[in-house]
């Protein structure tokens, strides 16, 4: 079990320009969710993923932004035209939904891709 | 959606001292969790626990789901223990983690 992996780990990036981050869950998990976190904050939920399909998008995700996870494994989290405002970090989690009993739906989180825009 | 709110916010502890931190939750949830944030922003689980008491060395965790709360016990604290600790909490029916704002915890030698 070599746990969530996210990449990068830092962005730094200007105002306007696009970027794209990189989540791969525990291998076995067919949950993955996105969740941002800003500074003083708790994280705060932006989307999740069944298996390939988005099944929930929080309003705190603009049109600016989008996620894929095309073959249900691996998930992209991709932010077009980006403020300051988006700075921020983005962490991603899994989990798996089986059956119910011990540690279900208990999420576990990668390191975070921490974006600066300037 | 449900809120989450803990407290204290901030607490010092002297090493070796014990704490308890508190986890209120607005709803009846599914699922709670309780985490160690490290300084590089790394989200560690230390307890999946929407009912009951469990224990993990000098940790443990209640949840009292119907009232609507979960303690988090640090027994002689470390300064390894420094950090900010997170309760989240997943309502029936819902697959968002709702995070309370943190307990920052700094524990001096």
């Known amino acids: 079990d070599t746990g969530v992996s996210q990449d990068p780990r830092h962005k730094i990036t200007k105002r306007g320009q696009n970027v794209t981050f990189r989540c791969d869950p525990i291998?076995?998990?067919?949950?993955l969710y996105w969740y941002r976190q800003t500074l003083g904050q708790g994280p705060e939920f932006l989307t999740y993923?069944?298996?390939?399909?988005?099944?929930?998008k929080s309003r705190l995700l603009s049109d600016r932004f989008s996620a894929e996870r095309p073959k249900g494994s691996f998930s992209t989290l991709e932010i077009q035209r980006t403020e300051q405002g988006d700075s921020a970090m983005y962490l991603c989690?899994?989990?798996?939904?089986?059956?119910?009993?011990?540690?279900?739906?208990?999420?576990?989180f990668g390191p975070g891709t921490r974006l600066t825009v300037l | 959606g449900i809120q989450v709110e803990q407290s204290p916010p901030d607490l010092i502890l002297q090493e070796g001292a014990n704490s308890t931190l508190r986890c209120n939750f607005s709803?009846?949830?599914?699922?709670l969790q309780w985490f160690h944030q490290n300084p590089w922003g790394q989200l560690i689980n230390l307890f999946y626990?929407?009912?009951g008491t469990k224990q993990n060395g000098r940790l443990s965790a209640t949840t009292v789901a119907t009232e609507r709360y979960s303690l988090l016990y640090i027994s002689s604290s470390q300064t390894t223990d420094s950090g900010v600790y997170f309760c989240?909490?997943?309502?029936?029916?819902?697959?968002?983690?709702?995070f309370g704002k943190g307990n920052q915890v700094v524990v001096i030698p």
């Open positions: 989690a899994s989990s798996y939904s089986g059956a119910a009993g011990r540690g279900y739906n208990e999420q576990f």
């Open positions: 291998s076995e998990h067919n949950r």
């Open positions: 993923f069944q298996n390939e399909a988005q099944l929930e």
């Open positions: 709803d009846s949830v599914n699922n």
């Open positions: 626990i929407p009912s």
């Open positions: 989240a909490a997943l309502l029936y029916g819902n697959n968002r983690l709702a």
